[in-house]
């Protein structure tokens, strides 16, 4: 293997290779038992206790395929505009690895389920990158090893490993694109953007929550390059697993510069996996890529094939929900907002929160002002997305309503939020502990005006004159003496009727 210290320049890379990519995301369905057996799916259990004959591998257990799980992926197949097979077989793939407990993968091979589909993505500047899918194919997860005694939590320098098969047979549906040529330097753009958008169809349908910090969705990022785009393709290496939409980007970005530096060097791009660092966005070697003869693919002999009736697969059809795209474009038009204000709100992962707290009675611009404003700070600083926030739709709309209806404002409704947040109650219980409410005694805010006024005779003079822009600090004076409970606007309008002065 050639080794280098430094990478090459992105642009440098760009204007010497042409990088084409192919992404292979593994989803793990939200069935609650097995693909093959009945042991449940459910998180959190003791290690190796969700198992059985059949999900370890014992002599003699047969298995029987889940039909949710075949449902889950043709649900998936035809929202990818694939063909769905109207008769295919599983396949064993054969490995030894200790999370493997019967040394062989059920998976499919040469006769997927879904085939020959296509994703259209949008980029931040609105333009639409179509990626060609190859095949959406249905297979079993493996066990989980942890590896104990060493400093980066790999196999290499621990002493020794423990593995639990609780996670070995999960559902899963392994959904491959075909090459994505033609991105160019937009490439590691392009593949955020379409796994991004491939999370949004899979929580559509409701056949997974998608989670990609929780590994209910990863990422493998193949990558190679070639001289130009006429050339052949060039050897390829994979980044397994990565588990987040910035990393997808990371690792592709991170993929050209070290292809790139290792080609100019007169060096050998080698086949072979290769870990991502979420710490600098590197990747390190795993291990050679064996090609598909090496996992000697043979037709699994204790499942029979799967055909789905056609009528089944137009029922299911039929019941496919909208599609994120069509459903953002629709919401925008809905919302009077730009393509940029969008994508800022899918990024931040605020559009369901947005649409379930309209339904929940918030106006909708209120709606985007809080989840977009000060609940997407919260999550930033929490490094997490809004819609994880221990904040529920109902209860921004009912804060929305509070402040519609004048009993709080906006920096009163932060406080509110901020509560609710910090596990304190409702928006109503937070108010009435905290004490939060405008004041909007007529009596109380006269006082505090009059106050407001004599303590400051100068600028109360300059209004007088003329000079109404200067009413500002006599009310930021009436706010601070009511510990910002005051409605600023009332406030303002009781000021100038003081003083006799009319604000147009």
Known sequence: MTTFTELLSYEDALASFDPVMGLEVHVELGTRTKMFCGCSTELGADPNSQ?????LGLPGALPVVNEIGIESAIKIGLALNCEIAEWCRFARKNYFYPDMPKNFQTSQYDEPIAFNGFLDVQLEDGEIFRVEIERAHMEEDTGKSLHV???????????????????????????????????????PEVAKAYVAELREVIKALGVSEARMDKGQMRCDVNLSLRPTPESAFGTRSETKNVNSLRSVERAARYEIRRHAAVLTSGGTIVQETRHFHEED?????????????????????????????RTWVEELRGGLPEMPRTRRNRLREEWGVTEHDMQSILNAGAVDSIVATTEAGADSA?????????????????????????????????????????ELNDKLARQVLEGVLAGEGTPDEVVEKRGLKVVSDEGALGAAVDEAIAGNAAIADKIRGGKVAAVGALVGAVMKTTRGQADAARVKELILERLGVSEG
């Not at 999960?170 to 075909?178: A, D, H, R």
């Not at 590197?282 to 094939?305: C, W």
């Open 51 to 55: 198992t059985c004959p059949v999900c």
């Open 149 to 187: 005694g060493g400093a980066t939590g790999r196999i290499h320098g621990a002493s020794h490993s423990l593995l639990d098969y609780n996670r070995a047979g999960i559902p899963l549906i392994e959904i491959v694109t075909k090459p994505i040529e033609g991105a160019g330097e937009r490439a």
């Open 281 to 309: 966005g590197s990747t390190t070697a795993g291990r050679i890529k064996d090609n598909a003869e090496d996992y000697r693919y043979f037709p699994e002999p204790d499942l029979v094939p799967v055909a789905p009736a």
């Open 366 to 406: 209120a709606a985007r002002k809080w989840w977009m404003g000060e609940l997407a700070r919260n999550a930033n600083e929490q490094g997490v997305v809004v819609d994880e926030l221990p904040i529920t739709p109902a209860q921004v709309a009912r804060v929305a309503a509070l402040v519609a209806a004048g």
